[in-house]
C-alpha cells in the first residue's frame, strides 16, 4: 500500500519510487509554505525517492499569497509583511529547484503569482484543460517573486515574459501550450494520472542521468558556451562509471531493455 505522511496544509504519497506531492489549500500562508518546505526537504533526503510529482486540489493548483493574510500584515507592519519574500518563498523555490529527481507538475486548475512560479520551477508540466494562468502581481501593485521572471525568460523569452508580467491578464493552458509553458494539456480528471504516469516512467529510468541533465539546464541559458561544454565533459565522464551506463550499453548490445537502478 502505498505510505501517506504529512501536515495539515499538504500531503505526500510514496508509491513505486515516485513521491506525489499535493498542496490541499489554493493560497499561501505562513503555514504552508513552511510545511511545503519541509517536505520538499524530506523528499531530497529520501533515496527511495526517483521523481516527484507536484499538484494542487479543487479548482486550484496554486494562487499564490493568501491575500487576507497578507492583508492583516500589511495593516501591522508593512515591512515585515514583505520580508516573506527572502524568508520563506525564495528557500522554498530554491528547494524545489535543487531536488536531484526529475519534477513533474500536475497543474489541475488556477495557477497564478507565486503559484505560477512554483509550476514553472518544475521539470515537466501537465495541465487541466481550461485552466487559468496569470502573473498576477502588477495587478497588485507588486513585481515578480518566487523566480517568476527568471523562468517566464527561460520559457518564452524576454519579450513574451514582458507582456506577461506588465500586463496580468489570466492566458489559458492552451495557450501556455503553445508558448512552451506547459508540455501537455489534459481533460481536468485525467491530469493528475497522466503527470503520475510520466513521473513513474521517469522513476524506472536512469536517475543519475537525469540530475546530470538537470544541472546541466540549470545554467546553460546564461553560461559562456566553453563552461556549459566543461560541465558537460566533467558529468559525462562522472556518468560513464555508473552501472546504468554499463547496463544500458549492455541491454543495447543484447536488443532488451535496460534495467536502471540509479547508480
Not at 201 to 211: H, I, K, S
Amino acid at each position: 500500500m502505498p505510505e501517506v505522511t504529512g501536515p495539515e496544509t499538504v500531503t505526500r504519497e510514496d508509491a513505486g519510487g515516485v513521491a506525489t506531492i499535493t498542496m490541499l489549500r489554493p493560497g499561501l500562508t505562513h503555514q504552508s509554505r513552511r510545511e511545503l518546505l519541509d517536505v520538499f526537504r524530506g523528499v531530497a533526503a529520501d533515496e527511495a525517492v526517483r521523481a516527484v510529482v507536484l499538484t494542487g486540489t479543487g479548482r486550484a493548483f496554486c494562487v499564490g499569497q493568501d491575500l487576507g493574510q497578507h492583508v492583516e500584515a500589511l495593516r501591522g507592519d508593512a515591512a515585515t509583511s514583505l520580508s516573506v519574500v527572502e524568508e520563506e518563498y525564495n528557500p522554498l523555490v530554491l528547494a524545489l529547484a535543487a531536488l536531484r529527481v526529475p519534477v513533474v507538475v500536475a497543474v489541475n486548475g488556477a495557477a497564478a503569482g507565486a503559484g505560477l512560479g512554483i509550476a514553472l520551477a518544475g521539470d515537466l508540466r501537465v495541465a487541466a484543460a481550461g485552466a487559468k494562468f496569470t502573473t498576477a502581481f502588477a495587478g497588485i501593485g507588486l513585481s515578480s517573486d518566487s523566480g517568476l521572471a527568471a523562468r517566464l525568460v527561460h520559457c518564452v523569452g524576454g519579450s513574451r515574459a514582458a507582456e506577461l508580467l506588465l500586463f496580468p491578464e489570466p492566458f489559458l493552458a492552451e495557450s501556455a501550450a503553445e508558448w512552451g509553458l506547459v508540455h501537455r494539456v489534459v481533460p481536468a480528471e485525467q491530469v493528475l494520472a497522466e503527470a503520475q504516469a510520466l513521473a513513474a516512467r521517469l522513476a524506472a529510468g536512469p536517475t543519475a542521468a537525469y540530475r546530470a541533465i538537470k544541472t546541466v539546464l540549470a545554467t546553460a541559458a546564461t553560461d559562456r558556451l566553453k563552461d556549459t561544454l566543461a560541465l558537460e565533459a566533467r558529468l559525462q565522464t562522472e556518468l560513464g562509471r555508473t552501472v546504468d551506463h554499463r547496463e544500458a550499453v549492455e541491454a543495447f548490445l543484447e536488443k532488451r531493455t535496460p534495467r536502471f537502478t540509479g547508480h
